[in-house]
């Protein structure tokens, strides 16, 4: 693992200089809800610096960086134009304000510690399989790898599908106020977060096989936990709960994550 230290500390210094500007932005606008986007297009980043500093790039490092690659540009692109459409978060504007009347800080101070430095560091642990697996010698490109290479190549097929069916429902004034469960989200209220943890523990199989995979294991516990725990669903729920009058019952007979037949209510 000491040999991916010099990768790792690298690829921290870059992404510090990224986010850094990107908060001047926010505070600029005095809005932070962009940087959801770059939660997808900053593992770009660390993808292609870590592969600027490998020598010779094996075939575990190609489809590492290549499937962490699409997922990210996806997501990112997605996500940015959703907040182009959409403008503030709630959950960034409910942070800011707490902070303001509850211990005086300005934006600039609640967004860098609240917002963009947990965000630098969760985003290097979470893409920690994307980094390490392209590190160490060559080698067979076994069945663990093929397994986890299709995995991830579903869960981002799979979350990419869920967004699109759910921006087209609400795109849709007739379904104002209506919960959305439908296409995928008739089999699991989360979906494309079922995506996101097929696409991670996926790379994550892929880096396996690497001399230094076994250390990337902090990666995909830690998204697993953010989604299921943090910042996924238990900041959505309850939002829906208070919006949707019929969401009680489609929680009732839909699975949270794994897709599933809905249950008989």
Not at 56 to 69: D, K, N
């Amino acid at each position: 693992m000491l040999e991916a230290l010099p990768v790792l500390g690298s690829n921290l210094l870059v992404s510090a200089g990224f986010f850094l500007v990107l908060w001047l932005v926010s505070v600029r606008l005095q809005d932070p809800s962009f940087i959801d986007s770059w939660w997808g297009l900053g593992v770009l980043v660390l993808v292609w610096t870590t592969w600027a500093q490998v020598a010779e790039p094996t075939v575990h490092g190609w489809a590492a960086a290549l499937l962490a690659s699409a997922w990210g540009l996806r997501l990112g692109v997605f996500l940015f134009w959703r907040w182009l459409g959409h403008g503030k978060d709630r959950r960034y504007a409910r942070m800011i304000e707490n902070a303001r009347t509850k211990r005086g800080w300005n934006f600039a101070t609640t967004s860098l510690l609240f917002v963009f430095a947990p965000q630098m560091v969760l985003q290097i642990i979470m893409a920690l399989p994307a980094q390490l697996g392209q590190l160490g010698e060559a080698r067979t490109f076994g069945t663990l790898a093929i397994v986890g290479a299709s995995l991830a190549a579903f869960g981002i097929l799979y979350e990419a599908i869920a967004d699109a069916q759910l921006a087209a429902f609400k795109a849709n004034d007739a379904n104002k106020g209506k919960v959305m469960d439908r296409g995928l989200w008739r089999y699991s209220r989360h979906p494309n977060y079922f995506g996101e943890l097929c696409t991670w523990w996926g790379i994550f199989a892929v880096a396996l096989e690497t001399p230094l995979g076994l250390w990337a294991l902090p990666g995909p516990l830690l998204i697993t936990w953010l989604l299921t725990s943090v910042s996924g669903a238990p900041t959505t729920e309850p939002h829906l709960r208070k919006t949707r009058p019929d969401y009680e019952a489609y929680k009732a007979r839909t699975s949270s994550f794994i897709p599933m037949p809905p249950k008989r209510t």
